[in-house]
């Protein structure tokens, strides 16, 4: 019984010891919190900001010797090798042909592979020529007679077609745009190096298809940008030295091989630039839209003039109507605004190009002034002011265009003047980067100088010669006449730019020149024009008064 009594004294004892730890705990943190120091509110420290470095400035020593003088030196080098299997190779047996040109590319190649190891950029350079050299030898083997060793064109076609594939395939997992442009522009001209024919040409196409890959899959622009270029070149050069030189197929056959390659070639860029628009830069998209009708339009006209004169109309048409395709297409793939006006505006500039190859005279410059009315009418229509100013530049041409001697020079001029207030009327005023209050200004200012022009050169063709300056002065009327009904103070403004030149002509020229009566005429006529605007002046300010 004692034990028990020990042990429960014992547990007593625990639990007492226990509450007295807990009690001096909660003291001691209570304490801890009232003697904390109270933070300090510190005097507010401006923000260091560190010093910005100045923009490190390209060392243009440094430059070219590690950036151009690479690419020019792996060119001139795949160059040299090419000329040395073109002009010696043939003085192999045909294993050794094949044998020796793909052992100097396998050994560039893999030159390159090992510089890349502490070089990178430098060591993929001489990796492409490594491919483009093979892909010169592949090239070779059936089109270079001194080294031909393949017959069937078919089968030569599709050895290149693979080894694209090749190129194509190791420069995207490599994921190296420098491997990529490097021998596919090299494949491009070493393929000029000798005769072109139509194998040349199928073999630039391949070459363009495999860098139009790059374009659609990793959107690289500098690689098929210089392939555009290259594509176009290789086809100037062929139909350069097939033009001077007598082909063995009919006009007619030759034609229709160079405006199938050109269609061929404008098809692969314009499919390749509308998949993925939106992916692009819009400057690199503006640029590829260009590039592409400048090669396409200038070498077409150039081919069908050469042959066939009669029918460059009709060919200006169809592209034309291709770049308006193109226009819907953008649209369709909802690409940036600016690939969307391009495309209308190159259509109207082609149609304007066209006429020429119908139409002379009168009748031309009648083209030009529908055309320009009508593109300037349907850029309200689709949104596009870039469409609107080419309307007005056409419209422009078109009074260039109509001479003093053109008969039926009144009619002209008068619907030019209806043309240029009517496309001012229903112009678009939405250009990127002005306030709509300013485009809609140089918009009508451009306009209404157009209309004034064409007045001053209307009244001008009607009156004698020695009225002339009485004919600017209907003409300054006329002008007033517009501005008021359209209430437009920029035909207004030029109507006083023409009445003040009237004015200069007749105290400087007239006065002395004229005879009494037209003098007489003059004055009076100029007077009663004068005060009839400046009582209509003086109607509006008193009405808005």
């Given amino acids: 019984m004692a034990d028990e009594g020990d042990g429960q004294d ?31 509110a510190s005097p507010a420290v401006a923000p260091v900001t560190p010093p910005v470095a100045a923009p490190e400035q390209r060392d243009l020593e440094a430059h070219v010797g590690t950036y151009w003088l690479s690419r020019l030196g792996i060119v001139a080098l795949i160059i040299g090798i090419a000329y040395l299997i073109t002009y010696h190779f043939g003085e192999l047996g045909v294993l050794a ?26 060591g993929r350079i001489v990796f492409g020529g490594g491919l483009a050299l093979a892909y010169f030898v592949t090239y070779a083997l059936h089109f270079i007679p001194a080294v031909r060793v393949i017959d069937s064109e078919v089968l030569a076609l599709v050895l290149l077609a693979g080894f ?23 494949g491009l001209h070493t393929g000029m190096l000798s005769d072109i024919t139509a194998f040349t040409l199928l073999s630039t196409t391949l070459l363009a298809a495999g860098a139009l890959f790059f374009l659609v899959r990793n959107r690289w622009v500098i690689v098929p940008l210089s392939s555009l270029v290259a594509v176009y070149s290789t086809h100037v050069v062929w139909a350069v ?9 009919p006009e007619n056959d030759r034609l229709l091989l160079s405006l199938g390659f050109l269609a061929l070639y404008f098809l692969l860029f314009s499919v390749a630039l509308l998949v993925r628009p939106r992916d692009l830069p819009v400057r690199a998209s503006l640029a590829f839209t260009l590039l592409n009708w400048v090669g396409l339009t200038s070498l077409g006209a150039y081919e069908v003039s050469q042959e066939q004169d009669s029918h460059l109309f009709g060919f200006l048409l169809v592209v034309a109507l291709a770049h308006g395709a193109g226009a819907v297409v953008s649209r369709l793939q909802r690409a940036p605004a600016a690939l969307t006006h391009a495309y ?6 082609t149609f304007a190009l066209a006429m020429p190859a119908r139409y002379d005279d009168v009748a031309l410059v009648a083209a030009w002034t529908v055309t320009g009315l009508v593109a300037g009418l349907a850029a309200r229509g689709v949104e596009s002011p870039v469409l609107g100013g080419v309307g007005v530049l056409i419209l422009y041409v078109a009074l260039g ?34 306030p709509e209050p300013e485009a809609r200004t140089a918009f009508t200012a451009i306009c209404a100088a157009g209309a004034g022009l064409s007045l001053v050169a209307l009244v001008g063709a009607r009156m004698p010669e020695g009225l002339v300056t009485l004919g600017w002065v209907i003409a300054a009327f006329l002008l007033f006449g517009v501005g008021f009904a359209v209430r437009e103070r920029w035909y207004r403004l ?8 009237a004015l200069g002509r007749l105290v400087l020229v007239d006065v002395a020149k004229l005879p009494p009566d037209q003098r007489v005429l003059t004055f009076i006529l100029l007077g009663v024009m004068l005060l009839l605007v400046s009582y209509t002046y003086t109607r509006l300010r008193d009405r808005r008064g």
Wanted: include cysteine; glycine fraction near 10%; charge should be positive.
């Fill in 97 to 122: 042909r094949v044998g020796a040109g793909y052992l100097l590319s396998a050994g560039l190649g893999a030159f390159g592979l090992w510089l890349a190891r502490r070089h990178q950029l430098f």
């Fill in 10 to 40: 014992l547990r007593d004892t625990v639990k007492r010891l226990e509450a007295t730890v807990a009690a001096l705990e909660t003291r001691l943190a209570s304490l801890e919190a009232r003697e904390a120091p109270r933070p300090v």
């Fill in 401 to 434: 265009a109509c001479e003093w001697e053109t008969p039926g020079r009144l009619t002209l001029l008068i619907g030019l003047v209806v043309a240029f207030v009517l496309v001012e009327r229903g112009g678009t005023v939405r250009v990127a980067g002005l």
């Fill in 164 to 186: 694209v594939v090749a190129i194509v395939t190791i420069a995207h997992r490599m994921q190296s745009e420098t491997v990529a442009g490097i021998a596919l522009f090299l």
């Fill in 241 to 249: 030295r097939t033009g001077h030189m007598a082909p063995g197929a």
């Fill in 494 to 501: 030029a109507a006083l730019a023409v009445l003040g030149l």
């Fill in 344 to 349: 209308l505006a190159l259509t109207a500039v």
